[in-house]
């Protein structure tokens, strides 16, 4: 299954070492002007080398479009995308090639297919997000037409936590860190403990909160496709994701109704909106037309630079002595992805909404 | 979007207040022997009125099956099932027709399809999550042949939180308290504390653990098929869910690679499992073998027995007065949902993997 | 797979003697008004029993709504809905219990299973198609707001062909004879011979040509769904089809491309048409805003009240002796099962076909 | 909607003078070794310019894989490939694009998507199998371990017929002629009449027929995912296709159910045939294990050199005067797309079969 959405559609395909990361996107809306350079930009903020806190593989991962846009706008057909992959030191991988890594997919892939490419994961790579980025600037594009905003950002790292809401943010500042926070104070907290963390030859783990506004109210299909849930399988089909939550998620089951409960209230433009937004935006699985925001978890990038006890393919016990070029902390560059998942769903919701009504 | 499910699917119909609530089962392995007593049992595990921590709403929710089983055995054909709606008292819903309740779905239902039946919820009403547990206990029982075990149970109300690990529960005892918490310390402060809620009118979240026993490694489609997606998309389609983990989860984000990496070993069956299992039993979205936990956290019940001021349809101001039958905690008769659907979600994902190997 | 459809989706299920048919309708525009008695009329068309041409089986047929339709209007959720199985004779069915009657679905069925409800056919039966008629009819209900007219007739009995084309003939009196062809001279020949056939206890096929007309330019899906494959699928999934052709079909073949392109011209209300309409009014898969016609080849019932040789489970020869009440020629039965499955495409497709532009 | 099929999946992009068509085969089961130079001779037997009867535009038609397959065989994962368009002379297309071609996609598209690549057709243009040859390819690559073997050839062009039964033929004779008809004498017909069609300027249409030997008893989604629905619902979302029958298809309606019931009987090998099979090896939707066969008709192409009035973009009449190069019979092409299509519904539907029983 390596496609993904009902209306907009995301198919992609390639491995970290092979040839090319690519995808073909489906059911983008026709006349859309597409400006490539904001999707290089999209890409860029994902790509690898970044900063000193991210992994040193060098990938120019530049896009390469093969149809679906001509004279600068969408036709309405596939979009088919590649990005070739350039800097793969497959033999930094060759003393894996038996081995099982510890909370690494190696084991799993190799149960289920018989047969594996260990290659710097294969398939299970992160460079396969690639395609997503693409195909959630697509549909940021075809979004700023309709005033739907999604900005995400780093609010932990290990156990720093940005305790402040998303409302007290100057969210315009993400990317003004490499961390990705837009609290100069945490993300200054941040990026010194993951220094700290990639000198111990160590990684870890943090999450992203990602906010949407300007999604208009009725989006969501009740009851199996509840925006909520299309949000939450979007974002744990990541990589590394181990949670999602939205509104006040696991916080708000220790309080009581009477105290979460969203009111309405009529706006003075007329509107109907609700004076808080505990419920993140969100009701019945339909959005509200408040902000959604949404918090997702990663976990510790599994390969690090200290020895692991593990077993190879025939069961033996080895000793995994880490080599390669790996990221101490997956968090700035999940933003980028994040934000294109989101993306991709809000999208992919808002035109199934279309034929809601005659 | 009322269909759930890849190869196992389950599409379900029915508002709160209307003739039936039914469903569909589509993709049931033939030849299966189906005990309907057992899911009549399953069925009565989420019926209201079982205690006096559930609503007092009283519905016998008898499942009549139309088709789809012959001789007492599944046939392959769909299984069609009906679940008549009796205790309707929609006359307490009059004085709702014209109202957005708090931190219900009644106003984005209407937003997204401009009409609604504003009687118990309509369609966003719980009674929908009937048509899961019939689903669902058709998919244990296929489970049951292939060593797959489900149990799901309370962790958490309100701020009384059950600290010990699944390992050291006894699952066995879940059903023995109303609240469907295994450890009887914690039940009984749970209970104690609903009991309080309820007589202040009202109402309280939760988490619900789930626990999923001999699934075999090799299950979950990577990439936007990863089996903890899959599940966590189930799991946040059920009414008032607003989190959802696995493994570690949220609280994993905090350790470090080399605190939390699980190692590989040669058990002594033979067979490769892991040392810790701090991912929850999936790594790169397949199955590894180990046991699966996750945890769903819900929100409090937006229906309080307390004044709420919000606004009708025409945005005026008003002050709601609530009648009807509610639940002070939805979480014990939220256990069989979560079992019902992690059910279809490992049942789908077996007979998908079938076709991985020629 | 018993779920037709992308948005506007039919899931069905019922066995010929089993309790019920019945179905759920997933995708229906909110707001609709419903005319039950129109969707009983639809079923009425197709019911056993109603002329001397047809079998003699009597079913009521009574369709009852469950779900998704409140006040008289659509809600756009899921349109739940059964009809009950009553002049069942399933002892009619004894002596076919272990047999595999020739050119049935028995030996199908019971291959791909290995168990099967041999009464009446179970699952194979063309009982099934009442969940189709009731979904065509809320089609058609929708349709009609759009102005979008899908008629069909019977254009071959046998050897009996109606050779004019159907812009020669008044669509209007389809109804008007029980074999439901609307030239009086041809339905008079067909008439005869079905009676003939029916006197020899044998059976005869035919051909049903259907036309829709009011379909905007634009309906289709490139690459793999256009219009005239989805409805070819549809077609084909009716019992006893075997073969659909639309515009010239197979006889087109033989003439050069100069003879049967069809030219635009601008219309005298502006619009661009074609001269001809050899295209059957899609061309690439997408409509042209002509009239759709195309054609469905039905083949002879397979009961015929003659003996047969063939065997039984065990593979041994035996000679059947058909028993049962069946119909001499399936035609005029036919003609709504067509109309319905070519009006859910029809809606289908246009539902799918507003997200195409933003 | 561009992805075909349901476990085994071919997703396309890409028009005929963009960089390239290409796509990505999903779903294939790993560990299946992959003969690339037969996957280029399926590619080289669709290309054009292969013979005085195919047009002359000439492409090397390379396929180029880009993930999937490691050390020769696939991994479970996609398989992402493309091939270049290189030979576009998209100056050919200058004078129409703004012009409507006579039976072209151009006005369908426009109507559709308000914009349209006019160059060669755009998506609409056959280069499009190219991608659906290479899915086929790798689904034969895996039928042939099934021992399933696809078979078609030309058996009409314009008025010339092959009447002889595909039983009465050498099937392994059909690439021996250009016409790809594994009669001598018709074939020889054949190429004669496109000859002069040619030299007219004209086109032609014709059938192909499709032999499937291999496919076990059992393959068939009832009810509405019958074999032969599925296989018609491929064949006519092939380009040009007008009509799809199986068995006797709409010959066989004129026939009695006595002179055309297919009686069981136990062959020699203990397992249980039918006496004949009129019925094309497929019953209620289910495969027999008998041959499966059908045929598929195309219209003549649309392109002719000769001069045809039509309309413009802004609906003025004009004069089309054809330029480019274009095949005046596209039958010897379609043999292989026939071939590709089938292949790839019958692996489909025999890994959907996997989930049948558990």
């Known amino acids: 299954m390596n496609t993904f959405g009902n209306i907009f559609r995301l198919t992609s395909f390639g491995e970290s070492h092979g040839e090319a990361i690519g995808g073909i996107i489906d059911g983008c809306p026709a006349g859309i002007e597409i400006n490539?350079?904001?999707?290089?930009?999209?890409?860029?903020?994902?790509?690898?080398?970044?900063?000193?806190?991210?992994?040193?593989?060098?990938?120019?991962?530049?896009?390469?479009?093969?149809?679906?846009?001509?004279?600068?706008?969408?036709?309405?057909?596939?979009?088919?995308?590649?990005?070739?992959?350039?800097?793969?030191?497959?033999?930094?991988?060759?003393?894996?090639?038996?081995?099982?890594?510890?909370?690494?997919?190696?084991?799993?892939?190799?149960?289920?297919?018989?047969?594996?490419?260990?290659?710097?994961?294969?398939?299970?790579?992160?460079?396969?997000?690639?395609?997503?980025?693409?195909?959630?600037?697509?549909?940021?594009?075809?979004?700023?037409?309709?005033?739907?905003?999604?900005?995400?950002?780093?609010?932990?790292?290990?156990?720093?936590?940005?305790?402040?809401?998303?409302?007290?943010?100057?969210?315009?500042?993400?990317d003004a860190t490499p961390i990705r926070c837009p609290d100069p104070v945490s993300a200054e907290k941040m990026i010194r403990y993951i220094r700290q963390i990639k000198e111990e030859g160590d990684t870890v783990g943090g999450i992203v909160t990602c906010v949407c506004e300007g999604v208009p109210a009725g989006l969501g299909e009740p009851v199996f496709g509840k925006l909520h849930a299309a949000l939450g399988n979007a974002m744990l089909s990541i990589n590394a994701a181990k949670g999602f939550e939205y509104g006040l998620g696991f916080d708000g089951v220790q309080y009581k109704g009477s105290e979460i409960n969203d009111r309405f209230y009529r706006r003075s433009d007329g509107k109907i909106g609700t004076i808080t937004n505990h419920s993140g935006g969100i009701q019945g699985g339909i959005s509200t037309g408040e902000?959604?925001?949404?918090?997702?978890?990663?976990?510790?990038?599994?390969?690090?630079?200290?020895?692991?006890?593990?077993?190879?393919?025939?069961?033996?016990?080895?000793?995994?002595?880490?080599?390669?070029?790996?990221?101490?902390?997956?968090?700035?560059?999940?933003?980028?992805?994040?934000?294109?998942?989101?993306?991709?769903?809000?999208?992919?919701?808002?035109?199934?909404?279309?034929?809601?009504?005659?």
């Open 36 to 174: 490539k350079e904001f999707i290089q930009k999209e890409l860029d903020r994902r790509k690898p080398g970044q900063s000193e806190i991210t992994t040193s593989r060098d990938e120019p991962d530049k896009v390469e479009f093969l149809s679906g846009i001509y004279e600068g706008k969408t036709m309405g057909t596939p979009i088919g995308f590649t990005v070739k992959n350039r800097n793969q030191q497959s033999s930094d991988y060759e003393h894996y090639k038996n081995v099982y890594r510890p909370s690494h997919a190696d084991f799993t892939y190799r149960e289920k297919y018989l047969i594996r490419d260990h290659r710097g994961g294969g398939r299970s790579s992160a460079r396969e997000t690639i395609a997503r980025v693409v195909g959630g600037a697509v549909a940021k594009i075809v979004l700023q037409k309709l005033k739907i905003k999604i900005i995400a950002y780093t609010s932990q790292v290990g156990p720093v936590r940005l305790e402040r809401p998303y409302t007290d943010l100057d969210l315009k500042t993400v």
């Open 291 to 358: 902000p959604i925001y949404f918090r997702v978890a990663f976990k510790p990038v599994a390969t690090i630079m200290k020895d692991q006890q593990t077993v190879n393919e025939e069961g033996e016990t080895i000793i995994l002595h880490a080599k390669g070029r790996h990221d101490p902390c997956v968090l700035p560059r999940a933003v980028p992805i994040v934000e294109a998942m989101a993306a991709m769903v809000l999208l992919d919701y808002y035109l199934m909404n279309k034929s809601v009504l005659l």
